[in-house]
């Protein structure tokens, strides 16, 4: 009777986890609402390996010297954060000189991220890191998730679950 409680509680937590990445109608409503965060909130730092290239480590803090960030969480085998790839894709193509555009793969192996970039030809940087870390420093636990970082390095707002391209320039819309 324990062992069925504790496969019960098991198989819970892991529907919770899981419906960051669903499609189910009511999910996708929620996810479609934007959350301005209340209290500014410095963006915590974390070290970042870009996947393609000589894998170069930076920091984030690097990143938004210059200019605001758009920040992003992904996985290779969550449909919604497949499906908005492109927008982000060509929303760095259209503002990547004004913001700076940091997507963050959250796959267990880097050979799943790889073999997906090799089958889509996305020009968008691609970082990894230690996922544990980061998931713990910006609270993932559902994907997608997007965050906006100013140039002070304050985290100004925050999306969970997928956007079109539309919900996605209008999230950006503070820092264009």
Known sequence: M????????IFIAILIIMTGCTTDTEKREQAKQISQVEQETTAPDILLKMVRGNGQQLRLRDIYM????????WAS??????????????????YGDKINFVVINMDSNEGDVRAFLQNNSFEIPIYRGDLNSISEAYHVNAIPISFIID????????HTGGMSEREMEKFLGPIL
């Open 77 to 94: 085998w969550c449909p919604p954060c497949v499906k908005e790839m492109p927008h982000i894709d060509a929303l760095y193509k259209k």
């Open 66 to 73: 210059d200019k605001p960030v758009f920040l992003n969480f």
């Open 151 to 158: 140039k002070r390095g304050k985290i100004i707002s925050q």
């Open 2 to 9: 324990v062992k069925k409680g504790i496969l019960l509680g």
